[in-house]
T-cell receptor, first 111, second 113 residues
Framework: DAKTTQPTSMDCAEGRAANLPCNHS???????VYWYRQIHSQGPQYIIH???NNETNEMASLIITEDRKSSTLILPHATLRDTAVYYC????????????FGPGTSLSVIP | KAGVTQTPRYLIKTRGQQVTLSCSPI?????VSWYQQTPGQGLQFLFE???????NKGNFPGRFSGRQFSNSRSEMNVSTLELGDSALYLC????????????FGPGTRLTVL
């Protein structure tokens, strides 16, 4: 079973920030939070990951609470091309740790 | 660098047949993982290979098997196909076995009739 819970769906106005929450209350000390997204009929795309500090890259920002039980992915200026299913995953940072995807959040960016 | 490539992109088979899917990881990547995606079950982990060794396996029957070659290319095989094997099969590669994100290919869409 997935170790994360996310809202089933969200809407966001184009040009506004999209804030996608994720709960991972049972996260272990050596587990990272990863975010991927999947645009219809394509393979999932890596977005960002972090352990306990906030992270930012060219795609998004990741805010992890101090107790690490939840996090928020922020897309600062959502565009129509950001419409996708967003997956929040917790896993140990080794490749052989199976990645367990939950149902994710379906984000619709509205013009 | 070229991304992860998977062949074929689309495949139609009938029940009872067997199928082999191929994955070429990003150059320099040594870890390859396979996933099955269906509308009902979502994305499910099949297995992971690193340096030609299978290091982890998901909860799939023995009909699902895989291997990795010395050049890190990987194949997965499904024997005695069932209707429920119809799915998008995704391959992902990562650079090493430590702390690296996975890069996914476009997938192979398998339809079993």
């Amino acid at each position: 079973d997935a170790k994360t819970t996310q809202p089933t769906s969200m809407d966001c106005a184009e040009g506004r920030a999209a804030n996608l929450p994720c709960n991972h209350s049972t996260i272990s000390g050596n587990e990272y939070v990863y975010w991927y997204r999947q645009i219809h009929s394509q393979g999932p795309q890596y977005i960002i990951h972090g352990l306990k500090n906030n992270e930012t890259n060219e795609m998004a920002s990741l805010i992890i609470t101090e107790d690490r039980k939840s996090s928020t992915l922020i897309l600062p200026h959502a565009t129509l091309r950001d419409t996708a299913v967003y997956y929040c995953i917790v896993r140990v940072a080794v490749s052989y740790d199976k990645v367990i995807f939950g149902p994710g959040t379906s984000l619709s960016v509205i013009p | 660098k070229a991304g992860v490539t998977q062949t074929p992109r689309y495949l139609i088979k009938t029940r009872g047949q067997q199928v082999t899917l191929s994955c070429s990881p990003i150059s320099g990547h040594r870890s390859v993982s396979w996933y099955q995606q269906t509308p009902g079950q979502g994305l499910q982990f099949l297995f992971e290979y690193f340096s030609e060794t299978q290091r982890n396996k998901g909860n799939f029957p023995g009909r699902f098997s895989g291997r990795q070659f010395s050049n890190s290319r990987s194949e997965m095989n499904v024997s005695t196909l069932e209707l429920g094997d119809s799915a998008l099969y995704l391959c992902a590669s990562s650079e090493t076995d430590r702390g690296n994100e996975q890069f996914f290919g476009p997938g192979t869409r398998l339809t079993v009739l």
